[in-house]
């Protein structure tokens, strides 16, 4: 039984949305041409969206293109990235409660 809550336990915390605060959000939306909604999309809770099974991959491609690979993997990662334009934004992964930075 304490391996079975182990394991859900384990499996909850890998699905941690990702969460930016506001100014960091308009920031990165402002940078790539989004929408803050579809910013939201590609860094947080994906299903959250229901236009997600439809746009989720085109969106992310070119979040990912205007950031760069390695911009979004260290973002994705919780490290601070600074944007072409001088912004520097982060997210981090949270309990599911938006908080900003």
Known sequence: ????IAVLALAMAAMLPAYAGSKDIKDLAAYTGMSVRKVQMV???????AEYPYTYQRYKARFVK???????????????VRLGNGVV???RAT???ARTN
């Open 1 to 4: 039984m304490k391996v079975k």
């Open 43 to 49: 860094v947080g809770t994906r299903t959250a969206f």
């Open 66 to 80: 205007t950031l760069g690979e390695e911009n979004y993997e260290r973002l994705m990662s919780g490290q601070p």
């Open 89 to 91: 934004v982060q997210i």
């Open 95 to 97: 309990d599911g409660v």
